[in-house]
């Protein structure tokens, strides 16, 4: 079963904020989420990770349920360059890390 | 520059024949991982190695064989591919707590 469940696609304008969903209802009280993001079929690049708190950097924020079940990441104002598949992911036993299989991002003009 | 550099970028291949595909980074990170990736599948982890000479098995092993006797590299081993194996394979490395990933460029496999 899949550790995390993602819509397929999303469209947001630009300038305005993408709000990307993501379930996790099964995951355990240690296990990590993680968000990447993949552009064409470049490696995955690193956005944003949590365990229990809304955390903000840079690039976005993480809201984080308090039953932990599901999250949303937060691009604050979407460029037409954050087009792009954005992977919502669980850290489970500190190594094993299990991808979704992701949102398609549109942000348009 | 920090990076992960995978060889080959792209590579078509018959059923059976033994192949490696190369991973290195030059960060000196202790965690490294394979992946493969299919269409709507998302990446899928085949396997992990900790440190040296430590590795373990992620979610699709199967077919897969891999070896990381310096802390730099990390080869994926396929013993006798399948077509079944065809596919987009990322290489990634990390260290420490947060475990943040920096993803190599693909090797695109075909296997006829």
């Known amino acids: 079963d899949a550790k995390t469940t993602q819509p397929p696609s999303m469209d947001c304008a630009e300038g305005r904020a993408a709000n990307l969903p993501c379930n996790h209802s099964t995951i355990s009280g240690n296990e990590y989420v993680y968000w990447y993001r993949q552009i064409h079929s470049q490696g995955p690049q690193y956005i944003i990770h949590g365990l229990k708190n809304n955390e903000t950097n840079e690039m976005a924020s993480l809201i984080i349920t308090e039953d932990r079940k599901s999250s949303t990441l937060i691009l604050p104002h979407a460029t037409l360059r954050d087009t792009a598949v954005y992977y919502c992911i669980v850290r489970a036993n500190f190594n094993k890390f299990y991808f979704g299989s992701g949102t398609k991002l549109n942000v348009k003009p | 520059e920090a990076q992960v550099t995978q060889n080959p970028r792209y590579l078509i291949t018959v059923t059976g024949k033994k192949l490696t595909v190369t991973c290195s980074q030059n960060m000196n990170h202790e965690y490294m991982s394979w992946y493969r990736q299919d269409p709507g599948l998302g990446l899928r982890q085949i396997y992990y190695s900790m440190n040296v000479e430590v590795t373990d098995k992620g979610d699709v092993p199967e077919g897969y064989k891999v070896s990381r006797k310096e802390k730099r590299n990390f080869p994926l081993i396929l013993e006798s591919p399948s077509p079944n194996q065809t596919s987009l394979y990322f290489c990634?490395?990390?260290?420490?707590?947060?475990?943040?990933?920096?993803f190599g460029a693909g090797t695109r496999l075909s296997v006829l």
């Open positions: 990634a490395s990390s260290w420490g707590d947060r475990n943040i990933q920096y």
